[in-house]
Each structure stands twice: as structure tokens, then as C-alpha cells.
């Protein structure tokens, strides 16, 4: 059974920067692609970031309202994902939650939360203004 565990979540002010760890474990896949989520309360879960890992790969993929601020990365070693978050906004204060499948997802495909087999339990991030 995968297992994903979320940690780095935290309080931060406006402009301030956290990084979000996702680490795996479980089956070993030929190809993983590790997600990123979020939701806010009273909305609905958003993709936030996405990377495809193993067998070469690293396409990556961003939600708009992040780009430029967030980067996703992977530790092959630590089977962890890292979600490096700067500049960050009183409108990313979210649930964030890891996600994982053993699928070589295409970019097009690495933002709908349903392509995901297994999902974390959420790091709670919050940014005050």
C-alpha cells in the first residue's frame, strides 16, 4: 500500500516562504507522478503542481495562480517531493495535500485530481496579511 506524509505546513506572513514535504513509500512503480493540491475552506480542492518522476522524466506542471512563486521538486534518494512556496499570499491559505500514482501522467492530464490513485492527509498551510 502507498503511503504519503505530508510535513512543512505552518502560520507565515504575507511574502514569507515555506517548503511542504511529501514523503513516499510503498510499491516501487516504474514511473510516479507526484501532485499537489490544495483547498481552501468553503472551496473546492484546486491543483496547485505536478512532476513526473522516474525513467528520465521531470515534466512538471503549475496552476497560473502559482507560477513564478511555487516550485515542485523530487529527492530520489528521500522518496520525497518537495513543494518550495515563495511569496506567498493570503489566498494560498489552504489544506495542502500530496497525491500520487503510479501513472506517467502528460501535463495535460497532471492537474485532474481523479488521475490520482493515493493521497496524503493534508498539511494545513496558513499566510496572514
Known amino acids: 500500500q502507498v503511503q504519503l506524509v505530508e510535513s512543512g505546513g505552518g502560520l507565515v506572513q504575507a511574502g514569507g516562504s515555506l517548503r511542504l514535504s511529501c514523503e513516499f513509500s510503498g510499491p516501487t512503480f516504474s514511473y510516479y507522478t507526484m501532485g499537489w493540491f490544495r483547498q481552501a475552506p468553503g472551496k473546492e480542492r484546486e491543483f496547485v503542481s505536478a512532476?513526473?518522476?522516474?525513467?528520465?522524466?521531470?515534466?512538471?506542471a503549475y496552476a497560473d495562480s502559482v507560477k513564478g512563486r511555487f516550485t515542485i521538486s523530487v529527492d530520489n534518494a528521500k522518496n520525497t517531493v518537495y513543494l518550495q512556496m515563495n511569496n506567498l499570499k493570503s489566498e494560498d491559505t489552504a489544506v495542502y495535500y500530496c497525491?500520487?500514482?503510479?501513472?506517467?501522467?502528460?501535463?495535460?492530464?497532471?492537474?485532474?485530481?481523479?488521475?490520482?490513485?493515493?493521497w496524503g492527509q493534508g498539511t494545513q498551510v496558513t499566510v496572514s496579511s
Open positions: 512532476i513526473l518522476w522516474g525513467g528520465g522524466g521531470g515534466s512538471t
Open positions: 497525491a500520487a500514482t503510479g501513472a506517467s501522467l502528460i501535463v495535460s492530464e497532471m492537474a485532474r485530481g481523479s488521475n490520482y490513485d493515493y
